[in-house]
């Protein structure tokens, strides 16, 4: 069966929380931007990064922070469009600035709620909602980027469960309408986009009667969230793009949160614009063009990452063997690093296991630290990244052993739950 060929193919790289496309160099980031177009993506998009830090617009600092940052986004925007990439901005339309906080307009908190929010059913707060997207779409208009659309979320970060915001998806949908109207005097033909991510059925057909009744015709698209995984998937990509196609889908945004899923990301793209007609063939390609090998070892090195498509069930002992081969031959990259180091780090995680409490003995505690070395020699020496934050330190989504080792070292933080989806 082939692979269906999708009309847009965005990747949203938000950078934030320290991840590579925060840490990369304007440059840096241009080339890893062209090497996203050559795997088949035509749509690149980034977040508004409001989370710790003030309103670069009025701070009296030089060049702080928020400032380094928002220059940054312009300049990767800018290397995208040059590309021939259309833009994409994702907005989060009440999470603000921490100096912009007032106790007296804060949003209510609640389920699904989180974040720097303010509420916008009081008229003060709606005020500094409206100069941010001005200020926002004002700025990139005057650097020479043209953005083709925006993806509002109505939920991490946003929302306010005031009685006045409620039903919040109907104050946020009347709240983005009045924001594309600023938005079309920077970007004439911006689009407007909803991504439905904690999004309930009932919010569903509350939007759908809204937008037949209030706003026919305005909405342009919603974007629905799947997970096509962190490592590689050559089984399940191919079917998820066939399964949206099935669903009418005529495109696609992958959220991509660093270059540690590049391969699958390569894989995306590659089937979904037509490229390759299978992910052996993406693969093959992947090994020719990064680790200079020869097309006659190309095939051999796709037959070497497809079974890592399950980290679980890859024959580690013939892995490591077939390795010592092929990397003899072929030129030392990040990626072909990468590749070594998640190879040693499960190999690390199956000699651990799954102690209980009283099982650490002083052997695997060695592992253990073998383990948190080969991880932060993988974040700092391969994928160059410096203080990391939120979702991206150990304590979120550690290894199965993570909890009894913490008790039993009791130096490390507790593990942190991911929260759920609605």
């Given at each position: 069966?082939?692979t269906?060929i999708?009309?847009?193919?965005?990747c949203?790289?938000?950078?934030h929380?320290?991840?590579?496309?925060?840490?990369?160099?304007p440059?840096?980031?241009a080339?890893?931007?062209g090497?996203?177009?050559?795997w088949?993506?035509n749509r690149y998009g980034d977040?508004?990064?409001?989370?710790?830090?003030?309103?670069?617009f009025?701070?009296?600092a030089?060049?702080d922070?928020a400032?380094?940052?928002?220059?940054?986004?312009?300049?990767?925007?800018?290397?995208?469009?040059?590309?021939g990439?259309a833009?994409n901005l994702?907005?989060?339309p009440n999470?603000?600035?921490l100096d912009?906080?007032?106790?007296?307009?804060?949003?209510?908190?609640?389920?699904?709620i989180?974040?720097?929010?303010i509420?916008?059913?009081?008229?003060?707060a709606?005020?500094?909602?409206?100069e941010n997207?001005e200020h926002?779409?004002?700025?990139?208009?005057?650097?020479?980027?043209?953005?083709?659309?925006f993806?509002?979320?109505?939920y991490?970060?946003?929302?306010?469960g005031?009685?006045k915001?409620k039903p919040w998806?109907?104050?946020?949908?009347?709240?983005m309408?009045e924001?594309?109207?600023?938005?079309?005097?920077?970007?004439?033909?911006?689009?407007?986009?909803?991504?439905?991510?904690w999004?309930?059925p009932?919010?569903?057909a509350?939007l759908?009667d809204?937008?037949?009744?209030?706003a026919?015709g305005?909405l342009?698209?919603?974007?629905?969230?799947?997970e096509?995984?962190?490592?590689?998937?050559p089984?399940?990509i191919?079917?998820?793009?066939?399964g949206?196609?099935?669903?009418?889908?005529?495109?696609?945004?992958?959220y991509s949160e660093g270059?540690?899923?590049?391969c699958?990301?390569?894989?995306?793209?590659?089937?979904?614009?037509?490229q390759?007609k299978?992910?052996?063939?993406?693969l093959?390609h992947?090994?020719?063009r990064y680790?200079g090998?020869?097309?006659?070892m190309?095939?051999?090195?796709?037959?070497?990452?497809l079974?890592w498509?399950?980290?679980?069930?890859?024959n580690?002992?013939?892995?490591?063997?077939?390795?010592d081969q092929l990397s003899?031959t072929?030129k030392?990259t990040?990626r072909?690093?990468?590749?070594?180091?998640k190879m040693?780090?499960?190999?690390?995680?199956?000699?651990?296991?799954?102690?209980?409490?009283?099982e650490w003995?002083?052997e695997?505690?060695k592992?253990?630290?073998?383990?948190?070395?080969e991880?932060?020699?993988?974040?700092r020496?391969?994928?160059?990244?410096?203080?990391?934050r939120?979702v991206?330190?150990?304590?979120?989504?550690?290894?199965?052993?993570?909890?009894?080792?913490?008790?039993?070292?009791?130096s490390a933080?507790?593990?942190?739950?991911m929260?759920?989806?609605?």
């Amino acid at each position: 069966m082939s692979t269906p060929i999708f009309p847009i193919r965005e990747c949203y790289c938000p950078a934030h929380f320290g991840n590579a496309y925060e840490a990369m160099w304007p440059r840096e980031m241009a080339a890893y931007l062209g090497e996203m177009k050559w795997w088949g993506f035509n749509r690149y998009g980034d977040w508004i990064t409001t989370t710790d830090i003030c309103n670069p617009f009025t701070s009296d600092a030089f060049w702080d922070l928020a400032k380094e940052q928002f220059d940054r986004k312009k300049k990767a925007f800018l290397a995208a469009q040059e590309l021939g990439l259309a833009l994409n901005l994702i907005v989060t339309p009440n999470h603000v600035y921490l100096d912009q906080l007032r106790p007296h307009y804060a949003a209510v908190k609640g389920p699904r709620i989180q974040g720097q929010l303010i509420c916008p059913s009081h008229d003060e707060a709606r005020k500094v909602i409206f100069e941010n997207f001005e200020h926002w779409f004002g700025a990139f208009a005057a650097s020479g980027i043209r953005l083709s659309a925006f993806t509002a979320f109505a939920y991490d970060y946003g929302a306010c469960g005031c009685e006045k915001c409620k039903p919040w998806i109907l104050t946020f949908a009347r709240l983005m309408k009045e924001i594309h109207a600023i938005a079309g005097k920077h970007h004439p033909g911006i689009e407007p986009w909803f991504c439905s991510w904690w999004w309930t059925p009932e919010e569903h057909a509350l939007l759908n009667d809204w937008a037949a009744k209030e706003a026919p015709g305005w909405l342009k698209a919603i974007t629905l969230h799947i997970e096509y995984g962190q490592t590689i998937a050559p089984a399940r990509i191919p079917a998820t793009l066939a399964g949206i196609a099935a669903q009418g889908a005529d495109g696609f945004q992958a959220y991509s949160e660093g270059v540690f899923d590049d391969c699958n990301k390569a894989l995306l793209a590659g089937l979904g614009s037509g490229q390759y007609k299978e992910p052996a063939h993406a693969l093959r390609h992947y090994a020719k063009r990064y680790f200079g090998t020869p097309p006659n070892m190309a095939d051999r090195w796709a037959d070497w990452m497809l079974p890592w498509g399950d980290r679980t069930k890859a024959n580690l002992r013939v892995s490591r063997f077939q390795w010592d081969q092929l990397s003899r031959t072929v030129k030392p990259t990040w990626r072909l690093a990468h590749w070594r180091c998640k190879m040693e780090l499960e190999s690390l995680d199956r000699q651990i296991g799954q102690p209980k409490d009283d099982e650490w003995t002083p052997e695997k505690l060695k592992l253990a630290d073998k383990f948190w070395s080969e991880q932060e020699y993988l974040q700092r020496n391969i994928y160059k990244l410096g203080p990391v934050r939120h979702v991206f330190t150990p304590k979120f989504m550690p290894p199965l052993w993570y909890d009894s080792w913490q008790r039993k070292v009791q130096s490390a933080p507790k593990q942190q739950q991911m929260q759920k989806e609605a």
